[in-house]
């Protein structure tokens, strides 16, 4: 469905592996202080003074992550620094340097693999990043790519998942979803142009959440705001697998229970009519759809009045004694245990 625009198809072999690897970094700028030796030794070299430093890391395999037969090189570069960025961000943190590392196949030319940089220099850039290394091997089949991301974060104003207390409010930013409902979007028109190739997709109805599937960001803004509104989250965690799965991380680490109110989770238009369209429960998807890669906390009720008129956050629930359970009221009313996946029950 995306045609390849690229007429021009320069083998890997054209360049080896160094020139290829200078080939690719060579437009990475340096923009953190902390960054001491970045690309072209042994390893780099980073200074971060007194803060702490927060790693986290992810792979991204093709046919198992992402499918470029809708998904653009450029994208796919940023998305896999962005769902990086966002856990050091759920760290409270915020993120300096990332690594990236690279298996690929010589079904690639190189003019994919500079789409591909495009995509990671463009996250770099509007994130303030710098790229500091990686790795880049050949693979048998499909690309393969794993970012390491690195983050500092002030002594102690670090937050884990498991700081939740009694009475806390569970808040959540964005809305949910979207992502999820994009990809069905997407996996639906990449059926329809098997079928028929000519079959040129409307995607103009979906695209704010195609754009949630294919360009997601890592929310950095919800770092420095809490940080503006003198809140410390008592705990936090990034939406990579669905609102419920995320919440009963935070329970169970908390080692407490919580309510969510279905009526509270923040939902946007687009994903209630594509639900509707598709015959799927709004709330089904954004408890377990996942990639929409918001922030969840929770926060001591004291905080409430420093967040309440923020349009980007929802208070979606509170936290209770581990006695009480983990469960999500319904709109009418009702109770259901909270489960990580598999909501068969719900629409029954
Ligand atoms: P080594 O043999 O020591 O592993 P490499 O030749 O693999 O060194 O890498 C040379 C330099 O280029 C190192 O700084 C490394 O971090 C960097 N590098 C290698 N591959 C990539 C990549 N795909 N993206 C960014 N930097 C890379
Ligand atoms: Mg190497």
């Not at 940089?117 to 770099?124: F, P």
């Not at 002594?155 to 700081?163: K, L």
């Not at 409902?181 to 990449?190: A, D, N, P, Y």
């Not at 008129?309 to 009221?329: C, D, F, Q, W």
Request: a negative charge; aromatic letters at 6%.
């Amino acid at each position: 469905m995306i045609e390849d625009k690229n007429q021009q198809r320069t083998p890997l072999s054209d360049l080896g592996e160094f020139g290829l690897i200078d080939h690719l970094t060579k437009n990475f700028k340096i923009k953190q202080s902390s960054t001491v030796k970045s690309i072209g030794d042994d390893a780099a070299v980073l200074d971060f003074k007194k803060n702490k430093i927060v790693v986290t890391t992810d792979f991204l395999v093709e046919g198992v992550h992402f499918d470029l037969s809708y998904m653009p090189l450029k994208h796919l570069g940023y998305k896999a620094v962005i769902v990086n960025l966002s856990d050091v961000y759920a760290m409270n943190a915020n993120a300096t340097q990332v690594t990236v590392s690279i298996a690929v196949s010589n079904r690639f030319p190189l003019e994919a693999l500079e789409e591909l940089y495009a995509g990671i220099e463009t996250a770099a850039r509007i994130y303030n990043i710098d790229v500091i290394g990686g790795d880049t091997t050949s693979s048998m089949s499909g690309l393969l790519i794993s970012v390491t991301a690195i983050g500092e974060v002030e002594a102690d104003n670090e937050v884990y998942r498991s700081g939740a207390k009694v009475n806390d409010l569970l808040v959540v930013s964005g809305d949910l979803g979207g992502a999820y409902m994009g990809l069905q979007v997407l996996e639906r028109e990449k059926e329809v142009y098997k079928v028929n190739p000519n079959n040129q997709p409307d995607l103009e109805p979906y695209t704010y959440i195609v754009e949630r599937q294919l360009k997601p960001e890592a929310r950095k803004d919800i770092v420095k705001l809490l940080k503006d509104l003198d809140v410390k989250p008592t705990a936090m965690i990034d939406i990579s697998d669905g609102l419920s799965s995320e919440i009963i991380h935070i329970c169970k680490q908390s080692n407490v229970g919580c309510d969510l109110y279905e009526n509270k989770i923040p939902l946007d238009p687009q994903v209630i009519s594509t639900c509707e369209e598709f015959n799927v429960d709004s709330t089904t998807i954004a408890l377990n759809g996942g990639e929409d890669y918001e922030l969840l906390f929770t926060i001591n009720q004291k905080d409430y009045p420093k967040i309440k008129a923020n349009p980007s956050l929802t208070v979606i629930g509170y936290i209770r004694e581990k006695e009480a359970g983990m469960h999500l009221v319904t709109r009418a009313d009702t109770k259901i245990a909270l489960k990580a996946q598999g909501w068969k029950n719900f629409n029954d």
